[in-house]
């Protein structure tokens, strides 16, 4: 055989090898053997109009009402329904209309660290407070009925909160939750978050009961957002940068620890309990997302109570959502920290 022979037929074959390991990688394969939801069209409920953007979390009360969403100017809307649309539900102290709307000349992003940026949102059921995770004024809380909430927390040790961001509340006892992703960068500072490791990351615990937060677990890489599980013994958590969910054990002989629940193929951000003991993870994006080709790609999955990825939801790449909550009759809530409208998708 030539050598030129020779050359081609070895490009062939080490092509061939390379497509094999990439079709038949882990990843890909667990991807393709499970099932994909079709969010490529969804019902939008639309943001007021203006410059706002940004319902990056979903939340709905005791009695199904809602969703409730924090958006751009730092308040917290609720959707009453096509004819009515969006109204305020609440706002921090420091918020007021003249000073925190946006315009095309005042971008969100210059007023957000005065006005807030609501990211995390929880009810607890009983008590009917919404609990709020502000990037910038910290962990919130607002009374049923809504208007200005409470700012409870802004520190814990001694160490001030840069960028609270995600929430979920123990039913039971009314224990709060929360992240605060980075000591370094605030919430306008993301991407530096992700690019330099920062791993200065805090899970927290509020005690309603006494007034008191504390610190349990530090230097936690881009802890996002997070999840109790059924059973109440344990906590998932985003870390973003990793493109990891992590279990936090809050109860039995591993109370205190953290491992790896399970490696993604994406970034992921909140986390919301599917009420059957599973969890789905809204992905920011995919690790290896090319800008061009099909226009197509991984919005969120499905995670098992083991790690394991059971459903995906794949749509537009202009659709980066934040959190996709799960209600009756097959409807996924899709929130979204840069669009102009709470996606709802419908099981077909």
């Known amino acids: 055989m030539?050598?030129?022979?020779?050359?081609?037929a070895a490009a062939t074959i080490s092509l061939a090898v390379l497509l094999l390991v990439f079709c038949f990688s882990p990843s890909t394969a667990?991807?393709?053997a499970v099932p994909s939801i079709d969010a490529t069209w969804t019902r939008h409920l639309p943001l007021p109009r203006g410059l706002l953007r940004g319902p990056e979390s979903v939340a709905f009360d005791a009695k199904?009402?809602?969703?409730y969403s924090g958006v751009s100017d730092?308040?917290?809307l609720k959707w009453n329904g096509d004819t009515l649309g969006w109204s305020t539900y609440t706002y921090n102290p420091d918020y007021s209309s003249e000073a925190c709307t946006a315009s095309l000349l005042r971008p969100e992003t210059a007023t957000e660290g005065h006005c807030g940026r609501p990211l995390g949102l929880r009810f607890h059921l009983k008590s009917g407070y919404l609990y709020i995770a502000d990037a910038y004024k910290g962990l919130m809380r607002v009374a049923p009925g809504g208007g200005e909430a409470t700012v409870l927390v802004t520190e814990v040790d001694g160490v001030p909160l840069r960028f609270t961001n995600g929430v979920d509340i123990d039913q039971v006892t009314g224990e709060v939750y929360f992240t605060d992703s980075s000591r370094n960068y605030n919430r306008s500072q993301h991407e530096m978050v992700t690019r330099t490791g920062d791993s200065t990351g805090r899970l927290l615990r509020y005690d309603p009961r006494t007034g008191k937060a504390v610190v349990l677990q530090a230097d936690v890489t881009y802890p996002n957002?997070?999840?109790?599980?059924?059973?109440?013994?344990?906590?998932?958590?985003?870390s973003t940068g990793p493109c990891k969910l992590l279990r936090y054990w809050i109860k039995g002989s591993k109370a205190g620890t953290m491992e790896l629940f399970a490696d993604l193929p994406g970034y992921p951000d909140n986390v919301r309990p599917d009420k059957k003991g599973r969890y789905w993870v809204a992905l920011h994006r995919e690790k290896a997302e090319l800008p061009f080709g099909v226009d197509s790609h991984l919005l969120a999955l499905r995670i098992d109570a083991d790690g394991k990825i059971i459903e995906e939801m794949r749509g537009p790449k202009g659709v980066r959502p934040t959190e996709v909550?799960?209600?009756?009759g097959g409807r996924l809530f899709m929130g979204s920290v840069e669009l102009h409208y709470v996606s709802v998708v419908t099981r077909k």
């Open 2 to 8: 030539a050598s030129g022979t020779r050359g081609v």
């Open 30 to 32: 667990a991807a393709a």
């Open 225 to 238: 957002g997070l999840a109790i599980s059924a059973d109440r013994t344990h906590l998932i958590i985003s």
């Open 74 to 76: 730092g308040r917290v």
């Open 64 to 67: 199904g009402q809602g969703p």
């Open 325 to 328: 909550v799960e209600r009756k």
